[in-house]
C-alpha cells in the first residue's frame, strides 16, 4: 500500500486548505484511514480517522468542527478539508493506513504517507 499527501501550502490564519492522500495497493474493507500531524520539536498527534467505507469518521476534540475527513466509498482518495486554520496548525500532515481500522493510535497504522507541510501565518 502505498500513500502520497498533497494539499498542503501557506495559508493566512482564518483559511482553508485540502488535503488529499491518494492511496495505490491493495486494500480491504477493513482499512482505516487516518490523518496525523507533526510540528517542529513535537510529537506526532491525531488529527482524524475515518473507515474505508466513508464511515465512522473520528476526530481529535480540538478539531471537531474545524476539520472534516472524508472519502468516498468506491474511491481511493481520502480528504481533510481543514478550515479556520490557526497558526497552532501548523506542521506537517501526514495520512496513514491501518489494515484493521483502530482510530486514533499511530501505531496501528502500518502504511505511511511522506507528509505535507501546513504553514498558517498569523
Known amino acids: 500500500v502505498q500513500l502520497q499527501a498533497s494539499g498542503g501550502g501557506l495559508v493566512q490564519a482564518g483559511g482553508s486548505l485540502r488535503l488529499s492522500c491518494a492511496v495505490s495497493?491493495?486494500?480491504?474493507?477493513?482499512?482505516?484511514m487516518g490523518w496525523f500531524r507533526q510540528a517542529p520539536g513535537e510529537e506526532r498527534e491525531f488529527v482524524a480517522a475515518i473507515r474505508w467505507s466513508g464511515n465512522g469518521a473520528t476526530y481529535v476534540d480540538s478539531m471537531t468542527g474545524r476539520f472534516t475527513i472524508s472519502k468516498e466509498n468506491g474511491k481511493n482518495t481520502v480528504y481533510l478539508q481543514m478550515n479556520s486554520l490557526k497558526p497552532e496548525d501548523t506542521a506537517v500532515y501526514y495520512c496513514?493506513?491501518?489494515?484493521?481500522?483502530?482510530?486514533?493510535?499511530?501505531?496501528?497504522?502500518?502504511?505511511w504517507g511522506q507528509g505535507t507541510q501546513v504553514t498558517v501565518s498569523s
Open positions: 496513514a493506513a491501518d489494515p484493521d481500522y483502530s482510530g486514533r493510535y499511530a501505531g496501528e497504522y502500518d502504511y
Open positions: 495497493g491493495r486494500t480491504f474493507s477493513t482499512y482505516g
